[in-house]
């Protein structure tokens, strides 16, 4: 069967410090892979998505950046954090256009 | 890409069908109607889809109006474990990525 891991599941880090935020599937190949993010008390924005190795679309302009340097490894980094990075973080996979998404755990990050 | 529109929050007695509603006038033909909900600290969790027929899970059941402007969600007997944010998504079609859109969700609150 398939799993997603993500981890830390909470983070406090500093304003100007770097981040790494890791997220992998397993138990299936070349999946869609996508990042979320949520603020407090607000819906999902979907900040990364990816339909292949090195492949990443952005959806918005943002601090963060993405990658994928393995078929089932996704990383969400910045260099710099902002207070504004301040939020949840998800990650989720597809199987193919269309079908449902599978969320990981999340990660509480504040920026402080 | 399709909006949909939510009621901000619901409330529904223990047992009892809840109903959530979601109107999506501008849906295009070939764009599915997905429900997830979120619990509290965790990742969205996918509920059901469908296009245009009727369509009935382990979880729930889904009511597609026949002009497809509107869909219900029914949980037939609600637990206080259902609490949670109810996300109504349209599925882009603009995209082969399969990405999801998310908005601010139906928050029911099931009570004893």
């Known amino acids: 069967s398939q799993t997603i891991h993500q981890w830390p599941a909470t983070l406090v880090q500093p304003v100007g410090s770097p981040l790494s935020l890791e997220c992998t599937v397993e138990?299936?190949?070349?999946?869609?892979l996508y990042w979320y993010r949520q603020a407090a008390g607000r819906g999902l924005q979907l900040l990364f998505y990816s339909v292949g190795i090195g492949q990443i679309s952005s959806e918005v302009p943002q601090n963060l950046s993405a990658s994928r340097p393995q078929d089932r490894q996704f990383i969400l980094s910045s260099k710099k954090l902002l207070l504004s990075d301040s939020g949840f973080y998800l990650c989720a996979w597809s199987v193919s256009v269309g079908e449902k998404l599978f969320f990981g755990s999340g990660t509480q990050l504040s920026v402080l | 890409d399709a909006k949909t529109t939510q009621p901000p929050s619901m409330d529904c007695a223990e047992g009892r069908a809840a109903n959530l509603p979601c109107n999506h006038s501008t849906i295009s033909g070939n764009e599915y109607v997905y429900w997830y909900r979120q619990i509290h600290s965790q990742g969205p969790q996918y509920i059901i889809h469908?296009?245009?027929n009727n369509e009935t899970n382990e979880m729930a059941s889904l009511i597609i109006t026949e002009d497809r402007k509107s869909s219900t969600l029914i949980l037939p007997h609600a637990t206080l474990r259902d609490t949670a944010v109810y996300y109504c998504i349209v599925r882009v079609a603009r995209s082969n990525t399969g990405k999801l859109i998310f908005g601010q969700g139906t928050t029911l609150q099931v009570k004893p």
């Open positions: 469908g296009l245009k």
């Open positions: 138990g299936t190949s070349n999946p869609n």
